[in-house]
């Protein structure tokens, strides 16, 4: 897989990924028409990491057909206490392949090897026992179980909040995965440091 930011001619793959039920199923925003769709997918390419509640989206596309197997999100919570949130959604198609595991990964990378971030953390729908095997192999942490906590999609959900912190990635013993093309090389450079001072 590969990843890379967003284009204007990925519309079709987009909006296909957006207007499925199964895929919003667990996720903060309903199932996108054509409009917006498009309004999504301007939004995501316009997104950058400068100040708190930014983000960056990177879409991966699976190397020999190139088709959109998801996205990977990752938000900047806090400049001043280094804090990321990760989010990502993978195609059905796709599901199963340990390709969401790869993105993710990609991202906290990004977060805690660019960046400079302490903490980034993950908050899903608990029900969503896929998501939260993907967490566990990254080496996150469930915190907390916030149960009916939020009127979600007709009814009360329960909320699983992950965490990973610095010290815990560096001791993940990971490889470079930007630095190995799984990610477009100037999408990890767009990412600034918000590192303190020295």
């Known amino acids: 897989m590969r990843l890379r930011p967003y284009r204007l001619a990925d519309y079709d793959a987009f909006a296909d990924l ?14 996108r028409d054509a409009e917006a769709s498009r309004a999504a997918l301007d939004r995501h390419q316009s997104m950058t990491l400068e100040k708190d509640g930014d983000g960056i989206t990177l879409a991966g596309f699976e190397l020999e057909t190139g088709r959109l197997v998801g996205e990977f999100v990752l938000f900047l919570r806090s400049v001043e206490h280094r ?3 990760l989010g990502y959604v993978v195609h059905p198609d796709f599901q199963g392949r340990g390709l969401a595991t790869e993105g993710a990964k990609v991202m906290l990378e990004i977060g805690f090897d660019v960046m400079g971030l302490h903490r980034v953390v993950a908050r899903m ?16 942490r469930r915190e907390a179980l916030l149960v009916k906590n939020e009127w ?4 009360w959900g329960d909320e699983a909040d992950y965490a990973l912190l610095d010290e815990e990635w560096v001791g993940h013993g990971t490889r470079s995965l930007i630095s190995s093309n799984v990610v477009a ?3 990890a450079r767009s990412a600034p440091d918000v590192s303190p001072p020295a």
């Open 18 to 31: 957006h207007g499925r039920d199964v895929v919003a199923r667990y996720l903060p925003w309903e199932t």
């Open 83 to 85: 804090g990321g949130e």
């Open 125 to 140: 729908d608990a029900r969503n026992s896929g998501s939260a095997s993907v967490l566990e192999r990254l080496g996150m």
């Open 152 to 155: 979600f999609k007709g009814e």
């Open 185 to 187: 090389p100037a999408a």
